[in-house]
T-cell receptor
Framework: DVKVTQSSRYLVKRTGEKVFLECVQDMDHENMFWYRQDPGLGLRLIYFSYDVKMKEKGDIPEGYSVSREKKERFSLILESASTNQTSMYLC?????????????FGPGTRLTVT | GQSLEQPSEVTAVEGAIVQINCTYQTSGFYGLSWYQQHDGGAPTFLSYNGLDGLEETGRFSSFLSRSDSYGYLLLQELQMKDSASYFCAVRDGAGGYNKLIFGAGTRLAVHP
């Protein structure tokens, strides 16, 4: 059974803290993605990675950075958390090429920044 | 720019048929996908159309017309468990990447 796991389901942090969200997939997928989901706005892409140590900005990268040191692991970093980063964060992975239409999602991390 | 439009909410009764439309505007097009997300859950893949026409998977079907930049998800014999949000997504292959662009989602409420 394919699986994408995220390090936390719920996280509460204070403004200005550095926050790490971890994502691990066991499907040997080339592509990994970080989205944030807010009511009425759908899934907005923050960053994605198509290979180890490779990363590309998505639609809303400001205030975030990422790291992919191993193929199975993709980390999202909030350098200095702010209240407007309170959201649901979803990690996903997919194969490349013709398999890219199907992404597998983790359970999500609901982050609250106070 | 790239955008997808779908209705924000749809309501239907058990046993009925509902159609969720999606129109898209993208610089490159490599297919239309549909995802389902229950409250508190993760999005899960439902179907994919790479070519024009209808794809059927059990009670769910998906249609694509590339000339009209339009697709829909058809849900038949609705059940209470179909109450969820449904997202259309376009595969954007521009630049050789393999990312998806998601619509804002349609919340389907199924009533007895």
């Amino acid at each position: 059974d394919v699986k994408v796991t995220q390090s936390s389901r719920y996280l509460v942090k204070r403004t200005g803290e550095k926050v790490f969200l971890e994502c691990v997939q066991d499907m040997d997928h080339e592509n990994m993605f970080w989205y944030r989901q807010d009511p009425g706005l759908g899934l907005r892409l923050i960053y994605f990675s198509y290979d180890v140590k490779m990363k590309e900005k998505g639609d809303i990268p400001e205030g975030y950075s990422v790291s992919r040191e191993k193929k199975e692991r993709f980390s999202l970093i909030l350098e200095s958390a702010s209240t407007n980063q309170t959201s649901m964060y979803l990690c996903a992975s997919s194969f490349t090429g013709t398999g890219a239409y199907e992404q597998y999602f983790g359970p999500g991390t609901r982050l609250t920044v106070t | 720019g790239q955008s997808l439009e779908q209705p924000s909410e749809v309501t239907a009764v058990e046993g009925a048929i509902v159609q969720i439309n999606c129109t898209y505007q993208t610089s490159g097009f490599y297919g239309l996908s549909w995802y389902q997300q229950h409250d508190g859950g993760a999005p899960t893949f439902l179907s994919y159309n790479g070519l024009d026409g209808l794809e059927e998977t059990g009670r769910f079907s998906s249609f694509l017309s590339r000339s009209d930049s339009y697709g829909y998800l058809l849900l038949q014999e609705l059940q209470m468990k179909d109450s969820a949000s449904y997202f259309c997504a376009v595969r954007d292959g521009a630049g050789g990447y393999n990312k998806l662009i998601f619509g804002a989602g349609t919340r389907l409420a199924v009533h007895p």
